[in-house]
């Protein structure tokens, strides 16, 4: 049998042995790592221990920021700060429907753009958000479709996008001058979504949403909730502004100082190895996934499936790819996660360059487009967790049906990007 | 409770093979069998301190001629991912002889970084070059420093001292951390040291040895700092000519950190940069292995060819190993040869040390020494 | 050298939590997980990758 046969004959069983997983009830994390598992033997290496546990390395300082990023949120909404800041924003803005707008927005973006994941944000401002726009008369499968959809732009948008990360280092292409074009399409996107979706909202009943709303403990105040921010923040820009004289920190150490900060300014008692290991806990089928993913992608490449995967991509007619973003990304992430961007956004990338489009926008604008997956099944962990959190009673499908509208913005907005890329270039100066 | 068990059992055993495997590749010893050109072995730690006993105090062969004449440093393992940079210096520091000058020659310029290999690039943890006493094996490595060597990364590397932004990862990049920096990372000291033995030795250039996947449009070409330039663009005329085509380039100034750049600005020498095509390195190859590693054929890039994608040809017969060392064993001996014929009382002559028809006729493991046959005292271990 | 020390230790924090939520999980799926994302944890911690 020639190689490319075999990597196609690997391929097949892969997606047989996962589908397979799938029918048997077994988590999407491991499905994939059964795909692997089956991969290898099926393409001829047996069972390759060291392959395996190779793979499962590939993600590690990623999860680390996972975690300790998590562990920083989940400190802050422990420490009442989360509720503060949202009661405050709720008063001060009640009577004016379009500042709270804009305002709810930047809250559900701050924890994914930080962490790169959006389960951070429906987790930590998902739910108390959600209660605000209860009380604004919106119902509950718009709201969350908002949080759903604006997550999804949190965990795209800068400093940590994980898609665009991943891709970048695939390619060995600087994770540099993101900035700009991840985060300009992530807050109108994030701002039209909200306006679109918030349509006939009236003002919020103030007094019952602070009711229902968690208090705040009476000595938090707006020092002890900026201060671990203003730190992180800090730590950032000396590592830039000095990068000689000051030492590589790493972002896991930034989150890491962040947290014990919120810890040490908290009002309250906080038990922390109870947060710290519900943490680990709520993150696992996030790390799950990276971990499996990683071993999936070793063994693909080293069976050559991957290599398949990449040179059907780019050897594909250009316009007949770009206009199927709308459907290979989502579908892709739905099905691997993050591991869709070293699986596919590699070669997708390395096309464009090789066409002269500017790979840091198409990465960007494809980046946009990822997250819509996360509300597909089989894996739809994103969409699962927002419907669950906010305690949605109706259909599934009721909840995708209120996504489409902001949903096609995005793939719309992602694919001139794409398209245009060339174009917008001049916004890749941070 | 006995379901818990098992699971851990079986992740322990996974665990603990993994970990062997991973502790043995790391600790493969490669030796090398100094040849009678070789008058003495220093390792970099002697030019810089700081790097004195750690795992990128490497080995430093010297080759001195008995004519005085100019000094030439080469480089092998800046990115021990691109294994014929590695295997030509293992020939010319087990076969060269040097009739005039000194040859300074470094077989695994960032040693960290052959320590380990990609994940998720599914690399072999090694590979054997077939001999007449039974063949040699190599450590495979990566084109970064071992994170169990330097760890954390930046969100950000920054490049000293010109401030550039580049990917996190290549702070851990030997040929993105030039000239290098005293006080700073693991990489940074390495190229540190290796400029302080470019300015100690009085070398007049630096020969960085590469290989480079076809997709990447540097290829099969020599790229030059500008004081290099006319000796490069000589160099790809004769073997052009004479050999196999091979292009030459101008090391851009917007890009640093990279060794054609920064020798050249920060020193009295300069820098040529050799880059041979390995096809084991291209984002569409299809099963990774040693084979693919070493044979250099693989359909998916033919195909990625046949698209127009690739910045240089490649048929069937691919690009061998011994192809790719041959290419660089005559690119170096071509511009030794031009580089004495313009500057005689600085000039480098180098015999004993195979050309590319050679390489190919006879294999590159026709001149890798056994060390079993070999004297202790001439061995040395990479 | 510091920093560096101060990333194992956190390792090491994230190999225990991820241990203690190992022994108190009561789902197969669950267990199976947390021991594949400990793998590479224990492997850091011992320097072997």
């Known amino acids: 049998m020639s190689m490319p046969e075999t990597a196609a004959l690997v391929l097949g069983a892969m997606v047989a042995a996962y589908i397979l997983a799938k029918i048997l009830k077994v988590s999407t994390e491991l499905s994939m790592l059964a795909a692997a598992l089956v991969g290898a033997a099926v393409g001829g290496a047996g069972f390759p221990v060291r392959h395996i546990v190779e793979g499962a390395f590939t993600y590690l300082d990623i999860c680390l920021i996972f975690i300790t990023a998590t562990l920083f949120m989940n400190l802050l909404k422990e420490s009442g700060g989360v509720a503060f800041v949202i009661r405050r924003v709720l008063t001060r803005f009640h009577r004016r429907k379009a500042l709270l707008f804009v305002m709810l927005a930047l809250l559900l973006l701050i924890p994914g753009a930080l962490t790169g994941a959006g389960s951070v944000t429906v987790l930590i401002t998902g739910s108390l958000v959600a209660t605000v726009l209860g009380y604004m008369n919106i119902p509950r499968a718009r709201a969350a479709a908002i949080i759903f959809i604006i997550a999804g732009l949190s965990a795209a948008a800068p400093p940590v996008s994980l898609w665009a990360m991943l891709t970048a280092a695939g390619v060995n292409m600087p994770y540099v001058g993101f900035f700009l074009p991840l985060l300009v399409p992530c807050v109108l996107l994030a701002l039209a979504t909200i306006f679109i979706l918030s349509r006939g909202a009236k003002p919020a009943d103030l007094e019952a949403a602070l009711r229902e709303l968690p208090e705040a403990p009476p000595k938090m105040n707006w020092l002890k909730v900026a201060a671990p921010f203003a730190l992180f923040f800090a730590l950032i820009l000396a590592g830039r502004m000095f990068p000689f004289g000051f030492p590589i920190l790493g972002l896991p150490l930034m989150f890491a100082a962040a947290a014990v900060v919120t810890m040490l300014l908290s009002p309250v008692k906080i038990p922390f190895l109870d947060v710290a290991g519900r943490t680990v806990h709520q993150l696992l089928p996030l790390v799950g996934t990276l971990t499996c993913v990683g071993i999936l992608v070793q063994i693909m490449t080293l069976t050559g499936a991957r290599g398949l995967i990449a040179i059907t991509v780019v050897t594909l007619p250009v316009t007949v790819v770009i206009l199927t973003l709308f459907l290979t990304l989502p579908i892709s992430e739905a099905v691997l996660m993050w591991g869709a961007a070293p699986v596919l956004g590699v070669p997708l990338v390395l096309l464009f360059n090789t066409i002269n489009l500017n790979p840091i926008v198409a990465l960007a604008g494809m980046s946009v487009i990822w997250p819509l997956g996360d509300a597909i099944p089989p894996t739809a962990i994103i969409g699962r967790l927002t419907v669950d959190t906010i305690g949605m009673k109706e259909p599934y499908g009721k909840f995708l049906k209120a996504c489409l509208v902001p949903a096609l913005l995005i793939i719309l907005a992602g694919t001139l990007m794409v398209f245009f890329s060339k174009q917008l270039a001049f916004l890749t100066v941070l | 409770m006995t379901r818990k068990f098992v699971i851990i059992v079986l992740g322990a055993a996974l665990a603990v093979f993994a970990g062997l495997d991973f502790y043995r590749s790391r600790h493969l010893r490669e030796p090398v069998v100094a040849g009678p050109g070789v008058a003495r072995v220093k390792t970099l730690g002697d030019y810089f301190s700081k790097v004195k006993g750690t795992v990128n105090d490497c080995n430093v062969y010297i080759l001195e001629g008995a004519q005085p004449g100019g000094a030439v440093l080469v480089l092998g393992g800046t990115h021990p991912e691109e294994p014929a940079t590695r295997l030509v210096s293992w020939i010319l520091a087990e076969n060269g002889i040097l009739e005039q000058g000194r040859l300074f020659v470094v077989c695994s310029a960032n040693r960290s970084a052959s320590t380990v290999t990609r994940p998720s690039g599914a690399y072999p943890d090694s590979f054997s070059i077939p001999t007449t006493w039974g063949g040699q094996t190599f450590r495979m490595g990566d084109r970064w420093s071992n994170p169990l060597d330097q760890w954390p990364d930046p969100e950000v590397y920054i490049h000293y001292p010109t401030g550039q932004n580049l990917a996190y990862m290549d702070g851990r990049n030997l040929n993105r951390t030039w000239p290098g920096r005293p006080g700073g990372t693991l990489t940074e000291k390495t190229t540190h040291a290796f400029m302080e033995l470019i300015r100690t030795e009085k070398i007049d250039f630096v020969i960085d040895l590469h290989e480079a996947e076809l997709q990447y449009p540097v290829i099969s070409t020599i790229v030059a700092h500008p004081k290099g330039q006319d000796l490069a663009a000589m160099a790809s005329m004769v073997l052009s000519g004479e050999e196999f085509k091979i292009g030459v380039e101008s090391s851009p100034e917007a890009l640093r950190g990279l060794s054609h750049r920064e020798i050249g600005d920060h020193s009295d020498a300069f820098t040529l940069l050799f880059e041979a095509p390995e096809p084991f390195l291209d984002a569409t190859r299809g099963r990774t292995d040693a084979k693919l590693l070493l044979e250099g054929k693989d359909d998916f890039v033919v195909r990625a060819g046949k698209r127009g994608l690739l910045f240089e040809t490649i048929d069937k017969n691919g690009w061998p190993i011994d192809v790719r060392v041959g290419r660089h064993t005559s690119t170096i001996l071509t511009v030794l040869d031009l580089w004495t014929l313009d500057h005689p009382d600085r000039g480098v002559i180098l015999k004993n040390v195979p050309r590319y028809a050679e390489v190919i006729e006879k294999g590159t493991g026709a001149f890798l020494k056994d060390p079993a046959s070999a004297e202790s005292k001439t061995i040395h271990y990479e | ?49």
């Open chain 3, 1 to 49: 050298m510091i920093v560096t020390i101060l990333y194992y230790l956190l390792v090491a924090f994230v190999a225990f939590l991820v241990i203690r939520n190992l022994l108190k999980s009561r789902e197969w799926q669950e267990e199976a997980l947390y021991v594949v994302f400990l793998i590479p944890l224990l492997l850091r911690l011992l320097r072997l990758k």
